[in-house]
T-cell receptor, first 112, second 111 residues
Framework: SQQGEEDPQALSIQEGENATMNCSYK?????LQWYRQNSGRGLVHLIL?????REKHSGRLRVTLDTSKKSSSLLITASRAADTASYFC????????????FGTGTKLQVIP | DTGVSQNPRHKITKRGQNVTFRCDPI?????LYWYRQTLGQGPEFLTY????????KSRLLSDRFSAERPKGSFSTLEIQRTEQGDSAMYLC?????????FGQGTRLTVV
């Protein structure tokens, strides 16, 4: 079963605007990762945030993590047409070993 | 290219046939994952290896599915007696610590 759920399922914005996607998950985690997937292609790792971190930046990406609410958000600033893709959050279970489980994804469309 | 490599990229097979996919992880990575992804959905976990040991297998994986990772290097995923419902993208990922890196996937079409 899916561990996380992204919200919204689909998002359409104009180029230059910011895009925010949210992820909620169910169990305790060691870390949370965000991935991008272009249509029909493999997943590209974007950013990882550990359970003891609250915010992380990478270029135009900003990720937050609230472990008390079991949620994370991904903000893409100054969006570009090339950011059009599906975005997934993935969590590992904080058990004896790492198992990465994905959410259902947010489909982002950036209109030039 | 030192990334995760999957072969073949595409496979079309007739229902009832067996298929085998291969994944070559990043060489120093000891963890290897298989996922299945259908259109519009996120990747679903199938199985996980740490070195050569298969540590978890999803209930999604019926008896027709088997995965191996001999010597803790490359891995194979075999589907026996394929069904149309097996049509999907099969993704492999590897990691050494935290970040998992994915291959381009094998797209299976069962006709």
């Amino acid at each position: 079963s899916q561990q996380g759920e992204e919200d919204p399922q689909a998002l359409s914005i104009q180029e230059g605007e910011n895009a925010t996607m949210n992820c909620s998950y169910k169990t305790s985690i060691n870390n949370l990762q965000w991935y991008r997937q272009n249509s029909g292609r493999g997943l590209v790792h974007l950013i990882l945030i550990r359970s003891n971190e609250r915010e992380k930046h990478s270029g135009r990406l900003r990720v937050t993590l609230d472990t008390s609410k079991k949620s994370s958000s991904l903000l893409i600033t100054a969006s570009r047409a090339a950011d059009t893709a599906s975005y997934f959050c993935a969590t590992d279970s904080s058990g004896g070993y790492q198992k990465v489980t994905f959410g259902t994804g947010t489909k982002l469309q950036v209109i030039p | 290219d030192t990334g995760v490599s999957q072969n073949p990229r595409h496979k079309i097979t007739k229902r009832g046939q067996n298929v085998t996919f291969r994944c070559d992880p990043i060489s120093e990575h000891n963890r290897l994952y298989w996922y299945r992804q259908t259109l519009g959905q996120g990747p679903e976990f199938l199985t996980y290896f740490q070195n050569e040991a298969q540590l978890e297998k999803s209930r999604l994986l019926s008896d027709r599915f088997s995965a191996e990772r001999p010597k803790g290097s490359f891995s194979t995923l075999e589907i026996q007696r394929t069904e149309q419902g097996d049509s999907a993208m099969y993704l492999c990922a590897s990691s050494s610590q935290e970040e998992a890196f994915f291959g381009q996937g094998t797209r299976l079409t069962v006709v």
